[in-house]
């Protein structure tokens, strides 16, 4: 079906230039500044000129600590000019541990400045400072705590402590790189939060690698005094935030969307992603130009920009985003194999969303992917976790989401030796694709979508009842068979999802054969279910209905706020205790089946179908993965309703 298209693309995309570009967008965004932001945002954008795409623009959002959009609170512009810090043996002897001119990570952003000349305290280590029973605020006030926990998540705790600052050798799970140093870039007040406000606590953290942490901390085990001594020059104030779009006309109105975030210090994260997207752009561009492909009858855009916040901000002031049919989030991909802790995902739309997409953008990748039959890939259920958040309900643009996942995430070794060219050079064909695939769409390609999406409901549904037969048990008999009925319900509407391509006039023509699709799906989750009932040795078992105790039925909340919740826009003493759900999948998954014609109890129980894994979960058991200590979903809903989140 993309043999043609593919082919077209194939001499016109390069994995080395998608790699230069990436490494010289990775030079400048490692320093992570704001300042540095901007610098990158002109590159990206006369690499988009360069390319022939039209309409080339470098947006600016607001990075003033207080400006919110959907949920999420922008962050102050931060500057750093110098950062050191110096560990002072009780003998005067002086060894610099973190220097940010060497290794920009080491410095955590958003740090405060110290006085013009530095601070000087002692040193004392705090393994974990969570554990607020293991240490007492006489111990570390005025003093330079170095931990191994995240310097984020304790940020608050020391601060309000009276520590000086943190010093941190704190390493993610898994990344087993003793010599690198972590990148942190969440500074806000709540551990559960991120960027850093106007509202939040103002600090410094130096970080340093897993083996100077074991020097030091062999020191210190052997009773050395040792004094720190850090230097800050850095500036926090309002500022701008960038971001950078340019598009490739289609004779239409509407668009499709290609988006990833830059300005981040990695080069997997997500430079990488970039560079991706760029050599997408240049090769349609070039196919299209020159008559090669025909100009489509949808736009085809691309948007670079910080992750999630710029993108909210995007949603909300662009008129484009309203015309926005379809995207693809490219983030982090095509780590170099000694590096990846994980396949290439394919992190597909949430069940609350169904679309053609799905199918369409797995079959093109089983084409793309077939090259490189070494090369491991996979599909996942939605994983919320970055700008895919656009595929939520209440925005409407689904989005799947290609990447994966490196062991230098978010630390000093995500450097360019770590990027797969060839890794890039297979995504941007498949990106270039799939954007053009769903631009150039017409009755014909509609109904081919149609297929493609209803041979893989099929396929789910296959699959869904092997595992319902093998989890099965008596008492989980109905849970099985009205999972089933639910799937067979979301399959069909991806089929139906084709119909939006085109406009209405235009929909009777493929309607019939859509709707004969939808009947085919339907009719196979019903043999499915026929068929696990009949091994269950109850052949005419149909499922009972769910019910609530009566409370939840009464409820019927509509969802107020776009996006995944935060808090952000509430002060501390109005969150009640709670932390920030920013990315929490049960919530995310609960909140995007509110419409205000459910009830409570069906949004739950569609959501916990969602999140489903060994079992279907209980209201209570579902609002409990969003918060621990919430009493109850209704409790938690009242909390919202009460916060401006929903109403009913």
């Known amino acids: 079906m993309f043999r043609d298209l593919l082919a077209l693309l194939a001499p016109e995309i390069s994995g080395s230039r998608a790699w230069d570009d990436a490494a010289a967008i990775h030079a400048i965004d490692r320093h992570f500044t704001f300042s540095s932001f901007h610098e990158s945002a002109r590159l990206s954008a006369e690499k988009l000129s360069s390319a022939g795409l039209s309409a080339v ?7 003033d600590g207080q400006s919110i959009f959907g949920d999420w ?26 220097d940010r001119a060497k290794i920009p990570a080491c410095l955590a952003m958003w740090s405060a400045p110290t006085k013009p000349d530095g601070v000087e305290a002692e040193l004392v280590r705090v393994d974990k400072p969570q554990d607020t029973d293991t240490w007492a605020a006489d111990e570390v006030k005025g003093k330079i705590v170095f931990t191994s926990a995240h310097p984020h998540s304790v940020k608050k705790l020391l601060l309000d402590a009276g520590t000086v600052g943190l010093l941190s050798d704190f390493q993610s799970p898994g990344a087993d790189l003793p010599e690198a140093v972590s990148w942190i870039n969440a500074w806000s007040d709540d551990p559960g939060g991120w960027a850093f406000t106007g509202r939040d606590s103002r600090g410094w953290s130096f970080q340093i690698s897993p083996r100077q942490g074991e020097r030091l901390r062999a020191r210190l085990a052997g009773g050395e005094q040792l004094r720190g001594r850090a230097l800050v020059r850095a500036t926090l104030e309002a500022g701008t935030l960038p971001a950078v779009t340019g598009v490739i006309p289609g004779s239409g109105r509407e668009e499709v969307l ?17 560079g991706i997207m760029i050599e997408a752009a240049r090769a349609l561009q070039s196919l299209i130009s020159s008559g090669r ?14 992750e999630c916040y710029s993108t909210l901000h995007w949603i909300e002031t662009s008129a484009a985003a309203r015309r ?27 069940l609350s969303h169904m679309t053609y997409g799905d199918a369409l953008l797995l079959a093109i990748a089983g084409d793309v992917l077939a090259d490189r039959p070494l090369y491991p890939w996979r599909a996942i259920p939605f994983a919320m976790g970055t700008d895919n958040l656009i595929a939520d309900s209440h925005i409407g643009i689904p989005c799947p989401w290609i990447g994966s996942h490196s062991r230098t995430w978010h630390n000093s070794a995500d450097v360019p030796e770590v990027l797969d060219a060839d890794g890039q ?3 941007a064909r498949l990106a270039a694709a799939y954007a053009y695939a769903i631009a150039a769409a017409d009755q014909s390609q509609a109904l081919d979508f149609a297929h493609l999406a209803a041979a893989r409901g099929k396929a789910v549904l296959a699959d869904a009842g092997i595992n319902e037969i093998e989890r099965r048990s008596e008492r989980e008999l109905d849970d099985s068979l009205n999972q089933l009925a639910y799937l067979a319900e979301r399959q069909a509407e991806a089929i139906g999802s084709t119909l939006k391509l085109l406009p209405p006039p235009e929909r009777a023509s493929i ?18 279910m026929a068929a696990l009932a009949r091994h269950a040795g109850q052949p005419s078992r149909r499922p009972s209905a769910t019910h609530s105790d009566g409370t939840l039925d009464a409820i019927h909340p509509r969802r107020l706020v776009p996006g995944p919740v935060t808090f952000d826009s509430l002060d501390p003493a109005g969150r009640e205790g709670r932390t920030s759900p920013r990315w929490s999948a049960a919530l995310f998954a609960l909140l995007s089946w ?20 060994d079992h279907t979960l209980t209201p209570d058991e579902l609002i409990k993965q969003v918060d621990p200590t919430a009493p109850s979903l209704l409790d938690y809903f009242e909390f919202l309703r009460r916060r401006g989140y929903v109403t009913w």
């Open 594 to 613: 509110c419409n205000g014609r459910r009830s409570l109890a069906e949004a739950a129980c569609l959501a916990a179908r969602e999140l489903r894994r």
């Open 324 to 350: 926005t049919a379809a995207a693809l989030c490219i983030d982090a991909p095509c780590a170099v194999a000694e590096f990846a802790t994980k396949p290439l995902e394919f992190s597909l739309n949430p």
């Open 425 to 427: 050079e297979s995504v």
């Open 57 to 63: 623009e470098v947006l600016q959002a607001p990075a």
């Open 511 to 528: 309607r019939p054969q859509v709707r004969a699709l939808q009947r085919e799906v339907r009719r196979l989750g019903r043999d499915e």
């Open 258 to 274: 290609l988006l990833g975030h830059q300005f981040e210090q990695g080069m997997v994260d997500n430079a990488g992603g970039v």
């Open 293 to 306: 492909l025909p100009t489509p009858s949808r736009s085809i855009r691309f948007l670079f920009m910080s």
């Open 73 to 98: 609170m922008m962050p102050l512009a931060w500057e750093a000019e110098e950062a050191t810090f110096d560990i002072i043996g009780a003998d005067g002897r002086e060894e610099r541990l973190a």
